[in-house]
């Protein structure tokens, strides 16, 4: 008799796929599942009562998404591995779901061959991703940046004052990108000012949090200055305003954003 040594979360809010999960899992004696949840909170708060070796963790959990709380996991029950199981296939997902400290990521639709293997690999402390998705640490930087599409101006992308411009299709790139240009600067003691609409402005300040950052401090001591995007593009006359940003900025870089918003893009300025 092999006495259960490993310990298991399983997080997911369709019940047959939890069942289908446990139910392979204990095939093998040396697992004991000490746990179910249904949603992001109550995933938080078992494994920081019950510490558990492993958590298999599903995305799309209501209340608070499957990233959001892997990250809470990794910070109350440093010692778990997290296996995510999804079927969502964007690696702007699994990108962001593997920089949670997250061992490994497992379509739902390779489970039936994968899921055992997969958590064989993250115990021993290795990383393991779904077969559709082993390439992901030679592409998905790549497929991130193919998403970038630079409007071929005279300065091949740059405004004339030299600052670089980005030009991004994805709302998800756009504001990732956002977001850990606005951490990076922070954490070198820079200061940020992001000219963004209330609803990216309001997910960068959710992102920079979930970081570690102190929203409220680095505004009051001015590291970070959100702008509104209608504010600062104010027209007079079909002409951009010349209020202090307007003339700061040089106005090829307005018309650039002007240009980026006709043709449904999201515009980064460095």
Same mark, same amino acid.
């Given at each position: 008799?092999?006495?259960?040594?490993?310990?298991?979360? $399983?997080?997911?809010? *369709?019940?047959?796929?939890?069942?289908?999960?446990?139910?392979?899992?204990?095939?093998?004696?040396?697992?004991?599942?000490?746990?179910?949840?249904? =949603?992001?909170?109550?995933?938080?708060?078992?494994?920081?009562?019950?510490?558990?070796?492993?958590?298999?963790?599903?995305?799309?959990?209501?209340?608070?998404?499957?990233?959001?709380?892997?990250?809470?996991?990794?910070?109350?029950?440093?010692?778990?591995?997290?296996?995510?199981?999804s079927e969502?296939?964007?690696?702007?997902?699994?990108?962001?779901?593997?920089?949670t400290g997250?061992?490994? *990521?497992?379509?739902?639709?390779?489970?039936?061959?994968?899921?055992?293997?997969?958590?064989?690999?993250?115990?021993?402390?290795?990383?393991?991703?779904?077969? @559709?998705?082993?390439? &992901?640490?030679?592409?998905?930087?790549?497929?991130?940046?193919?998403?970038?599409?630079?409007?071929?101006?005279?300065?091949?992308?740059?405004?004339?004052?030299?600052?670089?411009v980005d030009? &991004?299709?994805? =709302?998800?790139?756009? $504001?990732?990108?956002?977001?850990? &240009?606005?951490?990076?600067?922070?954490?070198?003691?820079?200061?940020?000012? $992001?000219?963004?609409?209330? @609803?990216?402005?309001?997910?960068?300040?959710?992102?920079?949090?979930?970081?570690?950052?102190?929203?409220?401090?680095?505004?009051?001591?001015?590291? *970070?200055?959100?702008?509104?995007?209608?504010?600062?593009?104010?027209? =007079?006359?079909?002409?951009?305003?010349?209020?202090?940003?307007?003339?700061?900025?040089? &106005?090829?870089?307005?018309?650039?954003?002007?240009?980026?918003?006709?043709?449904?893009?999201?515009?980064?300025?460095?």
């Amino acid at each position: 008799m092999v006495t259960p040594s490993i310990h298991v979360l $399983v997080v997911d809010d *369709y019940e047959p796929w939890r069942r289908f999960v446990t139910a392979s899992l204990q095939k093998d004696p040396r697992f004991q599942l000490i746990g179910e949840g249904s =949603d992001g909170p109550h995933a938080v708060q078992q494994a920081q009562q019950m510490q558990p070796d492993l958590v298999v963790l599903d995305i799309g959990l209501p209340t608070l998404n499957g990233i959001e709380a892997a990250r809470q996991i990794r910070l109350l029950s440093p010692n778990s591995t997290i296996l995510f199981l999804s079927e969502n296939l964007s690696l702007d997902i699994v990108e962001e779901a593997m920089r949670t400290g997250a061992s490994g *990521y497992v379509l739902k639709s390779d489970a039936a061959s994968a899921l055992s293997p997969a958590v064989e690999a993250v115990l021993q402390g290795q990383r393991f991703l779904s077969a @559709s998705l082993n390439d &992901y640490d030679r592409t998905a930087r790549d497929e991130i940046t193919n998403k970038i599409v630079g409007l071929q101006r005279p300065h091949k992308g740059r405004a004339r004052n030299g600052h670089p411009v980005d030009f &991004y299709r994805e =709302d998800s790139v756009f $504001v990732a990108a956002l977001a850990n &240009y606005v951490e990076t600067a922070l954490t070198n003691g820079k200061v940020a000012v $992001v000219i963004a609409s209330e @609803s990216h402005r309001a997910i960068i300040r959710q992102r920079l949090r979930s970081s570690g950052v102190d929203i409220d401090a680095v505004v009051q001591r001015n590291c *970070y200055i959100p702008l509104d995007l209608a504010d600062s593009l104010s027209t =007079d006359e079909g002409a951009p305003h010349r209020n202090s940003l307007a003339t700061d900025a040089d &106005y090829r870089t307005l018309e650039a954003i002007r240009a980026a918003q006709a043709r449904h893009l999201h515009v980064a300025i460095g």
